[in-house]
């Protein structure tokens, strides 16, 4: 039976997506980030107009990169220097830096619905930099999250942004712990 509504984000694996000599593309042992709260990944389309004779002769849609905030309780400090390029100083602390190298990645999750689970793993993704507000204990405490700009152009050799698995799809109970590239059925 299908899904006819899903909710909830849980189950966040991020890796690296590396794509070596002759397009071979290797996706690295994932990570699990908790404290999932959102993601919010939209297509990003443009519309393509070709006039001609007077008239807008042909016109279609091109694009298909995905954009959103992945939004979580708290980026934990190992996510930061294996993700984000944070660096590690002297006394201890965890450091920002400018223009840090980082690698592009997966993201992989789970969401919830009325029938069964399903997985979605998104490829080639860039990560921007965490956001976050610091703000007063009020009249209760109200827990603040982190929030990361994410750019996903996809799977390079077969075109493949974003996948969704059901329960009973190869690769569903291995996604988090060893996905694999996206290869398109012919």
Same mark, same amino acid.
């Given at each position: 039976?299908?899904?006819?509504?899903? @909710?909830?984000?849980?189950? #966040?694996?991020?890796? +690296?997506? $590396?794509? !070596?000599?002759?397009?071979? =593309?290797?996706?690295? /042992?994932?990570?699990?980030?908790?404290?999932?709260?959102?993601?919010?990944?939209?297509?990003?389309?443009?519309?393509?107009?070709?006039?001609?004779?007077?008239?807008?002769?042909?016109?279609?849609?091109?694009?298909?990169?995905?954009?959103?905030?992945?939004?979580?309780?708290?980026?934990?400090?190992? @996510?930061?220097?294996?993700? #984000?390029?944070?660096? +590690?100083? $002297?006394? !201890?602390?965890?450091?920002? =830096?400018?223009?840090? /190298?980082?690698?592009?990645?997966?993201?992989?999750?789970?969401?919830?619905?009325?029938?069964?689970?399903?997985?979605?793993?998104?490829?080639?993704?860039?990560?921007?930099?965490?956001?976050?507000?610091?703000?007063?204990?009020?009249?209760?405490?109200?827990?603040?999250?982190?929030?990361?700009?994410?750019?996903?152009?996809?799977?390079?050799?077969?075109?493949?942004?974003?996948?969704?698995?059901?329960?009973?799809?190869?690769?569903?109970?291995?996604?988090?712990?060893?996905?694999?590239?996206?290869?398109?059925?012919?």
């Amino acid at each position: 039976m299908a899904n006819k509504v899903e @909710f909830g984000i849980s189950q #966040l694996h991020i890796g +690296t997506y $590396t794509v !070596g000599d002759g397009g071979t =593309v290797t996706l690295g /042992t994932p990570y699990h980030q908790a404290g999932a709260v959102s993601f919010s990944p939209e297509v990003q389309t443009e519309q393509n107009t070709f006039y001609a004779d007077n008239v807008a002769y042909w016109s279609g849609y091109s694009g298909g990169t995905l954009e959103g905030d992945l939004e979580v309780a708290m980026f934990d400090d190992a @996510f930061k220097t294996q993700f #984000l390029g944070y660096k +590690t100083l $002297t006394n !201890g602390g965890l450091a920002s =830096v400018k223009n840090p /190298t980082k690698p592009n990645v997966y993201i992989a999750f789970q969401v919830e619905g009325d029938a069964e689970s399903r997985r979605v793993i998104l490829y080639n993704c860039s990560l921007g930099a965490i956001t976050r507000e610091y703000a007063t204990i009020e009249e209760s405490k109200e827990p603040t999250t982190e929030t990361l700009a994410v750019t996903c152009t996809g799977d390079n050799a077969t075109g493949v942004t974003m996948a969704v698995l059901k329960p009973a799809d190869t690769g569903y109970a291995t996604l988090f712990t060893a996905p694999t590239a996206p290869a398109i059925s012919e």
